[in-house]
Nanobody, 125 residues
């Protein structure tokens, strides 16, 4: 599956952004989806993930209560709504797809088969 992320930009602290990730070339409903991020000089880290059917979600502790992941299987798209943004949320955000038969959501990079190109989110203080 090919992934195309969009929606990044510059926002002030406390603001909101919504990222989108459109999938093509695969059966979207067979994939758990996730967003990872990578800040300058840091490792890529898991942010949020959602199961194939959308019934299960996982969040990194640093974004719980602020970031929400959702998916529209009819549109082959996953979304990341980011509220109450902080300067430490500044990073390149990547969407990723995990072909799976389970309802689980993996939180580590090695489970994810396909990656989007990344979209930059910059939060100013």
């Amino acid at each position: 599956v090919q992934l195309q992320a969009s929606g990044g930009g510059l926002v002030q602290a406390g603001g909101s952004l919504r990222l989108s990730c459109a999938a093509s070339g695969g059966t979207f409903g067979h994939y758990a989806m996730a967003w990872f991020r990578q800040a300058p000089g840091k490792e890529r880290e898991f942010v949020v993930g959602i199961s194939r059917g959308g019934t299960r979600k996982e969040h990194a502790g640093s974004v719980k209560g602020r970031f929400t992941i959702s998916r529209d299987n009819a549109k082959n798209t996953v979304y990341l709504q980011m509220n109450s943004l902080k300067p430490e949320d500044t990073a390149v955000y990547y969407c990723a797809a995990d072909w799976t038969v389970s309802g689980a959501v993996a939180t580590t990079r090695e489970h994810y088969d396909s990656w989007g190109q990344g979209t930059l989110v910059t939060v100013s203080s």
